[in-house]
């Protein structure tokens, strides 16, 4: 089955404990994106990634990291997570560029305390 | 820059009532232009597309057509039903580049 798992689904941690949110896709799909969603704001996007190795910022980069070492995963990095960082995180790819439909894990809710 | 706004919500309805959703976009060249569906404690899902000017998508009773002079790709239904219920969300891709932009999302509740 095509998929975008994500993991973990559900993560409460405190200030400045560094945490990894996984994300993995079986389509071989080139392009792979984060994205948060917060109340009123929408989805926004975080990094994008457009094949192995290249990767750029999105709309709300701060904060974040992330790397593309191999097609199927994309990683989303917290090396010193704050409060306003507490939101619903999603993983989507698509075949190529940003014109294509994406597919959307389940989502990770992250709590920052 | 490139931009979309769709009409706040939430909207509610009664089932079987005709369903409505605005969607504007701001954006140089050639988007394609997307809906996608989130029920509660999901992902969202691909419900339409259009990739260019006067294309229309439609899945599930759902309908939208892309319209550049008036830069919208507003949603319909004829007639909608409880499980309807969801937040849709108006996006667009930019063309030439790598870039997505989403609405803010417009909850829909659908009564019985």
């Known amino acids: 089955e095509a998929q975008v798992t994500q993991n973990p689904r559900y993560l409460i941690t405190v200030t400045g404990k560094k945490l990894t949110v996984t994300c993995s896709q079986n389509m071989n799909h080139e392009y792979m994106s984060w994205y948060r969603q917060d109340p009123g704001l929408g989805l926004r996007q975080i990094y994008y990634?457009?094949?192995?190795?290249?990767?750029d910022k999105g709309d709300v980069p701060e904060g974040y990291k992330v790397s593309r070492k191999e097609k199927r995963n994309f990683p989303l990095i917290l090396e010193s997570p704050s409060p306003n960082q507490t939101s619903l995180y999603f993983c989507a790819s698509s075949l190529k560029t940003g014109n294509q439909p994406q597919h959307f894990g389940d989502g990770t809710r992250l709590s920052i305390l | 820059g490139d931009s979309v706004t769709q009409m706040e919500g939430p909207v509610t309805l009664s089932e079987e009532a005709f369903l409505t959703i605005n969607c504007t976009y701001t954006a140089t060249g050639y988007p394609s232009l997307f809906w996608y569906v989130q029920y509660p404690g999901e992902g969202l899902q691909l419900l339409l597309k259009a990739t260019k000017a006067d294309d229309k998508g439609s899945n599930k009773g759902f309908e939208a057509t892309y319209r550049k002079e008036t830069t919208s790709f507003h949603l319909e239904k004829g007639s909608v039903q409880v499980s309807d219920s969801a937040v849709y969300f108006c996006?667009?891709?930019?063309?030439?580049?790598?870039?997505?932009?989403f609405g803010t999302g417009t909850r829909l509740k659908v009564l019985a």
């Open positions: 990634s457009m094949n192995v190795e290249v990767t």
């Open positions: 996006a667009l891709g930019a063309s030439g580049t790598y870039k997505y932009i």
